[in-house]
């Protein structure tokens, strides 16, 4: 399978967050060395926010223990002001509490201090292009909160509201596998397809259906039984 940011010309651009210097430096240091285009860190929650709004990073390595905001808040408030800005979180915290709350603040992955500088690198290309990343024996935590969510109740339907747009056959077939919890990666293999294929479905079943990300795309294929089929 060919590495899913070949197409791109440009290097991705990376923001380095973390309250500790030696680490901050060590990271943004292999991530620049890897042919990532590090363009800002910050030491704190609230620098955080300001320099990703003014250096506009593809992808925001965020540790969730900073002084002044907390990464989480971070989280929320650079996704809101960028929805494209994909959040990879990095801590040294597994508690499932702080992983499922990262989701919920809208992080694409979720990857423990102890991965491989080979590890961060794959994990900061996939988020880069929406795929999700989690360290292994997450990813089905994860999973098991985005049913959670399907299953409970909604806002009530507003019957002004016009009918859901039509997907096509292939469009549906990756929504089913989506909420399966398969990867882009793992989608692509199964079908036979290209990840920059699978990448353009999702994008456009996004947009059809009015969704903003794939916690959202996860919860309305479950809420509709896709993921049982």
Known sequence: ?????????????????????????????????????????????????????????????????LPAKPGVQVCKEVVAANPALRVLVLSASGEHADVLEAVKSGATGYLLKSASTEELRDAVSRTAVGDPVFTPGLAGLVLGEY??????????????????????????????????????????????ISHRTVQNHVQNTLGKLQLHNRVELVRYAIERGLDDE
Do not use: C
């Open 147 to 192: 049913r959670r969510l399907a299953s409970e109740p909604g806002p009530a339907p507003d019957t002004d509201e016009p009918k859901a747009p039509r997907l096509t056959d292939r469009e549906t077939e990756v929504l089913r596998l989506v909420a399966k919890g398969l990867s882009y990666k793992q989608i692509a293999e199964r079908l036979v």
């Open 1 to 65: 399978m060919t590495d899913p940011t070949q197409d791109r010309q440009d290097p991705i651009r990376v923001m380095v967050v973390d309250d500790h210097p030696m680490w901050r430096d060590a990271v943004a240091r292999d991530l620049a060395e890897s042919g990532f285009e590090v363009v800002a860190t910050a030491g704190d929650g609230d620098q955080a926010v300001r320099r990703a709004k003014a250096a506009a990073p593809d992808v925001l390595v965020l540790d969730l223990n």
